[in-house]
């Protein structure tokens, strides 16, 4: 059934924070693109959508419905869906070239509502080839299949100065399409402009974002001059282990992260101070 009754307004076809941010949830993979509709298990996400969607439109949405489990195993989700052909087609076929001239609150929408839908921020533990721990990395990323639309995160971002980096992947299946990431480049500087300018609506990834941030620890290489020094004196005076001048290191210079790999490299591999950069665990 077709819904020609809830036609676009002149109004509405005006770039906003609300249509950028609807547009940039469209074209992430959780927006079923004929019948607009958004299934997800983040009830935060639909309302956000919600609330934008109807703002910009001037309709009203279906009520949030919960959808059966076919799994128990899986998380409950949600479903919304605002009903009219014109206003899918409009997001289908608008220009998104025009965001590149666009200001930077509506840049910024655009990209919120893209990694609502299509981001991430994760904290794992990194492990040597022993299987043991060495610390923690960090990525905030978003993914999708369309290259064309990774391109445009990675410029909008830019504009933003946030410079990012684009991973490709091969498909697990041979019909499947190519996966692109797009990945912020690691910096503290650069996490918190995202979490300023970009961040998420949704809760749960907004505080994985807020946990980088505040367990990301850094040392100019200046600083680290000092620990490097004492280790090799007793290294050369004592023939300390890494093990061992690690747990004087951290007696003395409990303010920095020091680790057991960078003792291993100044003392058996030969490694100069550089600067430390890693995330501790949350």
């Known amino acids: 059934m ?122 794992t533990k990194i492990f040597t080839k022993l299987g043991r721990p060495n610390g923690y990395n960090h990525k905030i990323a978003c993914v999708n299949t369309n290259f064309r639309i990774i391109e445009l995160c990675q410029k909008l971002l830019g504009d933003l100065a946030m410079p990012t980096i684009i991973n490709k992947y091969q498909p697990k299946r041979p019909n499947e399409k190519l996966v692109y990431q797009l990945v912020l480049r690691r910096s503290k500087n650069n996490y918190i402009k995202f979490a300023n300018l970009v961040g998420f609506s949704i809760v749960r990834k907004q505080g994985k974002l807020l946990q980088i941030i505040n367990n990301y620890s850094f040392t100019a290489s200046n600083e680290i001059l000092g620990p490097y020094s004492y280790a090799m004196s007793l290294r050369a005076k004592f023939g300390y282990g890494e093990k061992k001048i690690l747990r004087i290191l951290k007696a003395r210079y409990s303010n920095l992260p020091i680790t057991r790999g960078a003792i291993r490299g100044w003392i058996i591999k030969g490694s100069k101070p550089r600067v430390l950069a890693y995330a501790v665990e949350p």
């Not at 609300?18 to 959780?30: P, Q």
């Not at 983040?42 to 949030?64: A, R, V």
């Not at 965001?99 to 655009?110: C, P, R, T």
């Open 2 to 123: 077709a819904h020609r009754t809830k036609l676009v307004s002149p109004r509405a076809k005006k770039l906003s924070r609300e249509l950028a941010y609807v547009l940039g949830v469209h074209y992430g993979d959780k927006v079923r693109k004929k019948s607009n509709d958004l299934n997800c298990t983040d009830l935060d996400f639909i309302n956000e959508y919600k609330k934008n969607i109807e703002k910009w439109s001037g309709f009203k949405c279906t009520k949030i419905k919960l959808l059966p489990k076919q799994n128990e195993k899986w998380k409950q989700m949600y479903s919304i869906r605002l009903y009219s052909t014109d206003v899918n087609e409009f997001l289908e076929n608008f220009n998104i070239k025009l965001l590149s001239n666009s200001n930077i609150k509506i840049k910024s929408a655009f990209l919120r509502g893209f990694f609502d839908s299509e981001g991430t921020a994760t904290i």
